[in-house]
C-alpha cells in the first residue's frame, strides 16, 4: 500500500509514513511482544521528527530578480539606476541561494552572474561619467576664460594652482 499524501509505500504495521509523517489509515498492530511494539513507535516518533515534509519553493521571486538583472544589464550604460537595480536583483536572490530544485536553481545563478556583471558595468560607467564631466567642466571653464583673457593655457595653470 501507498501514502494517500506523498505516494511513498508504506507497510501495514506502520503507525505513520516514513517519509511525510502522515498517519497510516490502514495501521493493523503487528502481533509481538509489547516491549517490542514499544521499540518500534519509539523509533517510528523519532523518524518522524527527522524527516520533515519538504516544502515547495516559490518561483516568482528568482523569475523576478532575473528579470530585473537582465533589464539592468541592457541599460547599465545609465549608472547608477542600473546600479540599484543590479543590487536589488542580488538581495531578492539571496534567501535562494541553498535551494536546489531544478528550475529556482537555474535563475538565482543565471541572475547572480547577471548582477554581478551589470554592477562591474554600471560602476564604469559611473566613473566614466564623473570623468567626462570633470572634463567637460575644466573644458568650458578654459573656453570661458579664454574669451576673456585671450590665453587658454594661462586660464587652465591659474584654474589648477586654485584647486592645488
Known amino acids: 500500500m501507498f501514502c494517500s499524501t506523498c505516494g511513498t509505500e508504506v507497510k501495514e504495521t506502520d503507525k505513520v509514513c516514513l517519509a511525510c509523517g502522515q498517519p497510516n489509515e490502514n495501521y493493523v498492530a503487528p502481533e509481538a511482544p509489547e516491549a517490542e511494539v514499544v521499540e518500534e513507535v519509539a523509533a517510528e516518533e523519532v523518524v518522524v521528527e527527522a ?4 516544502e515547495k519553493v516559490s518561483i516568482v521571486k528568482p523569475i523576478v530578480a532575473l528579470a530585473l538583472s537582465a533589464l539592468a544589464l541592457l541599460g547599465s550604460y545609465s549608472g547608477l539606476i542600473s546600479l540599484i537595480m543590479a543590487i536589488v536583483a542580488k538581495v531578492l536572490v539571496k534567501p ?15 541572475t547572480n552572474i547577471l548582477s554581478i556583471v551589470t554592477i562591474i558595468l554600471s560602476i564604469l560607467s ?39
Not at 51 to 54: K, L, M, S, T
Not at 96 to 110: A, D, H, L, N, R
Not at 133 to 141: E, L, T
Not at 142 to 149: E, L, N, V
Open 51 to 54: 524527516a520533515p515534509a519538504a
Open 126 to 164: 559611473i566613473i566614466i561619467w564623473v570623468v567626462g564631466f570633470i572634463i567637460a567642466f575644466v573644458g568650458a571653464v578654459a573656453g570661458a576664460g579664454m574669451a576673456a583673457s585671450g590665453d587658454m593655457f594661462e586660464m587652465i595653470e591659474d584654474l589648477f594652482s586654485e584647486f592645488m
Open 96 to 110: 535562494y541561494k541553498e535551494v536546489t530544485e531544478k528550475p529556482v536553481s537555474i535563475f538565482v545563478k543565471i
